[in-house]
């Protein structure tokens, strides 16, 4: 199994920062794709920015230029530095990840999810 821990998140005015942070462990061989999703009240669960193991990032267009994804390889940890926070980032965070297991012989890939940490942006 793996886990994924949130931190981070909490109450902010509009044009302030926050940083979440995600740790994963328990038993994997590696793992691929790290990244942060989040969902409003009543909307769907969208993409906010991820990052593979090699480094390369992806981010939703609506955070581009504001939030930078970024991840300890060697600590298993992927970070979201969120900055010139706007009210309609408001929304609960979920850190994702695509992890790979090796067992004898074959290998299975799996998607884990946290809890969830809530982003509250102030006007």
């Known amino acids: 199994q793996v886990q994924l821990v949130e931190s981070g998140g909490g109450l902010v005015q509009a044009g302030g920062s926050l940083r979440l942070s995600c740790a994963a462990s328990?038993?994997?061989?590696?793992?691929?794709?790290m990244g942060w999703y989040r969902q409003a009240p009543g909307k769907m669960r969208d993409l906010v920015a991820n990052?593979?193991?090699?480094?390369?990032?992806n981010y939703a267009d609506d955070v581009k230029g504001r939030f930078t994804v970024s991840r300890d390889n060697a600590q298993n940890t992927v970070y979201l530095q969120m900055n010139s926070l706007k009210p309609e980032d408001t929304a609960v965070y979920y850190c994702n990840a695509e992890v790979r297991h090796r067992v004898l012989s074959s290998v299975i890939d799996g998607e884990y999810w946290g809890h969830g940490t809530q982003v509250t942006v102030s006007s």
């Open positions: 328990g038993s994997f061989s590696s793992i691929n794709t």
């Open positions: 990052i593979t193991s090699g480094g390369i990032a």
